[in-house]
DNA sequence: TATGAATGAGTTTTCATTCAT
DNA sequence: GATGAATGAAAACTCATTCAT
């Protein structure tokens, strides 16, 4: 039918009439974002969004194709960024410690400044998995991973790091250990994220035993 | 989640004939626990489960009053025997350096033995907080970090553990990370948890660098 | 369809910038024309057309009135210039022989030139036919009718045509075959109109028995 | 989130808890294929049939997955015993003459006993024929041109029909005049289908012209 | 114990239409 | 003439739960 007058058509893209990066929209995914990380992905209704964005449930889908268009966007986003900021301090860093330090450091500050993207990725990301449309975290996930398995390596290498950890189990510590904090961090707590980093960071250095 | 009206359904509880231990009921509840535990309560629904068990969603209410009453009583059973087995550990062991060998140690096993309660909890306490139907959980999980404070408390005070370390956020670095192994650990895979145990050990007893 | 409250819409017709024979109004009817044949009426949304077009849906309105009005012109036109032909056909035709021969032959001639609006009758009048603001199209086909139904008779009536042949049921046989060819005939392939409406002819003439 | 639900949910196949051939079902999906033929399937709501049956809208998905589910059902039945019936009397005519004769009366039967399902496959095939759910409705109007196409082939070659008959268009002829007949014919009217089928084959056999 | 039918409240999504700029 | 944001009503569908048999 009508066969391809293609331009105005294909213009679309996704979102609706508004551009990928139009004000709005993003005012709305920072909304989104709170209100998945505090109830959970499926329990935030498209409702409770529109609700707090001050809107009418229909008028979302003015800016976003659906509800899942939110999430993947939101999780791209972060997903993005996080990985370049890694690959950043990783190739930035003198030595393979500097690289840890830097790399722990720099997440806690990702969940001191942006912890429901984060709540997100580390609430939702496990049952994402399944699906194509969300294959993306996983491939950046192993992107990621693979950033702190090569300082992880290049350490045991060169001497700095005892050499007989097993760097995926080790990664996989930190990882958890480290992303985990945000179900308890309080960004606006007595507790300074510099100061949650130092602390994480003794116990990876040295451990838990007195020498 | 916790919408029920109450009521009704609390007097029925250990009635009918199906009493609380009644074989059915175990059966029902694994199912239901590894369905929970692999897509998630929320996404979880009655007729998944009952479909799994090979009945119709209306039957499953011969047995359970509620949706939410499957997950209560799963995760009772789970924190009950688990804060059993933690008390169990720490009074026995003779320094608090082996106390935390085998809470560490356990853990790892715990995992390995009912990885779906684990996951349940680890993936869905942080929501059930709210509810004062699911109040025990929290409950139960300050029980259990009090057994794991005494523990680094003790093992601080006689000089086993480094003296600067801040206990509850050391507590929770090791909480998260080893609970969160349920996530990506498989039961009948090469990895055994007991060498998954020693390696986490060897981390957090002497930490990354090497000396 | 017609759900709209009429009144301020119809009031506005004619007005604005937009004369009904303005060049863009005529090129947006062609795009829904299309397709309104290609999907269904209820099944294109106004969006489908305005994307078409390169504008954006809202804009639409400043052409028409609703998504009603639209089918309304096309329809409108397309009755209009159909009973025209049809009544100089009729007319100038010598016996009935040839005046059938002639509403065949220009029957398959318009589906060829505006296969669009014969799909959109065809496919939509039998549900237009209950809302009165529809009433036009029931209106003209009737008139159509009488127009083949004088023929019919004045063919019986001359003896051209087989005496025992049911004038209404004739021409309903006739005029679903012959506008039913808008389903599968293409425009641009290789069975030309000229031919189908030969092919046609040597049925309705003989029949299909050898004699 | 990707809506499968996956595993368990294959093994309940189609139609939730309701056996295929249900009577609760039958019944349903009579009321829905007289809704769909009347008003058509897009404007038929789900809740218009919950309404005809004295159930809420919600229930008719205890009995089907999905909307598309009735229509796909009703087609299907009606493509089944269509094709079956034609072939029967194919098969069992002695002359391609007798045959013709019996499909047309037979299609005219057809139409007079179950008017919705002949109504549907008329009104809603043409936009059908796109989605792959509904390629089997295309594949079924294929075998039964078959057996039509056949029939005219050896009636040409038999010297029963002319020999001058393009055979393809000659069925489609047949076909779009007798089914769309649906449109108009009223089955508790004063026109009886047998007479209708006589006056049609009336015209296939000897045409209009007097001879 | 289980079935099968139904409820009812809620969910995501659709879409014609309006209107200030 | 067009944009972009929004409305509001209705659509299809979901699902925990109830209950007579």
Redesign the pocket.
Known sequence: MATTKGGAATARKKGA???AG???RTQLLAIAAEMFASRGYTQ????DIADEAG?????L???F????EMLTEILQDFMGSLLRQFRTIAEEAGTPRAALDGLVRSSFEIIHRTPHAVALYQNEANFLGSTPEFSFVTKASRQVEKVWLDVLRAGIASGDFRPELEPTTTYRFIRDGVWSTVRWYDPSGRLQHGTLADQYLAILDGGLLAS
Chains 1, 2, 3, 4 share one sequence.
Do not use: N, Q
């Not at 194709?65 to 899942?68: E, F, I, Q, R, V």
């Open positions: 009439g508004a551009g139009s004000a709005r935030t209704t498209v409702r809107i009418l449930s229909g008028s889908y003015h800016h194709a659906s509800k899942d």
